[in-house]
């Protein structure tokens, strides 16, 4: 396997995130519950872990989605970008409606967080077969 295209889809699939999460971000605090501060950021924003499990997570995502590709004969970035989308849609995103179901999570922190598997998996695949 390649690292280099692993790396940069990671990262584009991780800044996908920040993207996606600073438009969702008044909706997602309120339906994550995540505690605020008075100005009404994240308390826990200047704590680095979050950040590093999600970059961390991102290129674990990638090589993986890399070594699926390859095993699928997956050359193309539409099919990167439409493979992506599925595993996205129909792997992640049915997991977390599962967990966040039973947690009795608000929906739309399902579609918010589902969205992003989704939509992040789909950038992930389309950059890898880039390379």
Request: glycine share 12%; net charge positive; hydrophobic share 55%.
């Amino acid at each position: 396997m390649a690292l280099l295209p692993i790396l940069v889809a990671g990262v584009a699939g991780w800044i996908f995130g920040a993207i996606w999460y600073s438009v969702f971000a008044k909706p997602w605090m309120v339906a994550s519950g995540v505690e605020v501060t008075a100005d009404g950021k994240p308390a826990n924003q200047k704590n680095p872990v979050p950040y590093i499990i999600s970059i961390t997570s991102a290129i674990i995502v990638a090589a993986t989605m890399q070594y699926a590709f390859a095993m699928l004969e997956i050359t193309t970035v539409m099919k990167g970008l439409t493979s992506g989308l599925g595993i996205g849609l129909c792997f992640a995103a049915p997991w977390l409606a599962t967990n966040y179901g039973f947690a009795g999570r608000p929906f739309k922190l399902t579609l918010i967080d589902g969205g992003y598997a989704t939509f992040g998996s789909a950038v992930i695949g389309a950059v890898l077969m880039f390379f």
